[in-house]
């Protein structure tokens, strides 16, 4: 394991601390990008950490004098980078961002929105020329995904709430749902552009069928069985148009 600290950030009452956390392994084309997204915004108080997973093709080398701090080794998979680095995160809220997704400026105008510590702050993303994002309620949220990209979690939630490894892709729509219907805990939208995420990236690559067997037991647990039954009607409508839900 190759591990090493750059700088010490520290929380202020003014500008409390953000950290933007990178899972990657052999990002060599892209990483020095989305690091300089993070190094031009103007909110003064960011923490940019690297997870690793073994690099091999110099990611590394690329990065090791660029951000706050990095972590090389071998891991079971991206969430499983995820849950590991919130040990390594000092900031009061973190955002994940992919290792070929980039920052926008008005990232740092949501970060001067971030209050509560009981609230989950998003925003909405760019893909190509589209928008990504939108005020969620649970029935949307049951059937699509927050963009991860645009999504400031307070750190304490991670202390009740851990990526399940089963789900080797839409683990962070499983978390976003049972976080969504915890009664302590807040969801705020904002119509803030916070990040351009690439498309083709892994999850539009690769299904998770262990997620989507499991789905509507998921959501019928976390919302009750009004939005369960809806969820189920809509994909009943889709079959039957023979379109894929």
Known sequence: MDQHYNSTS?????????????????????????????????????????????STDGTIDLIK???CFWISEPDKGIYDAMNKSIQYANGGWVLFLGADDRLLPEFSEMCLRLKDSNCVYYGDSKINNNVFGGEFTAYRLAKFNICHQSIFYP??????????????????????IRCFADPDIRFQHYPIFIAKFADGGFSSVFEDQPFFKDRGEIIKKAFGLRIYLLYKLRRLRHKIKGRKS
């Open 65 to 67: 004098d660029q951000v």
């Open 155 to 176: 750190k304490t939630i991670f202390t009740r709430y851990h990526y399940n490894l089963k789900y080797k892709v839409r683990a962070d729509h499983d978390l976003n």
């Open 10 to 54: 520290e929380q202020n009452n003014q500008f409390p601390l953000v950290t933007v956390i990178t899972v990657t392994y052999n990002a060599s084309k892209f990483i020095l990008d989305c690091v300089a997204s993070v190094k031009a915004q103007s909110y003064p108080n960011i923490e940019h950490i690297i997870i690793d997973g073994g």
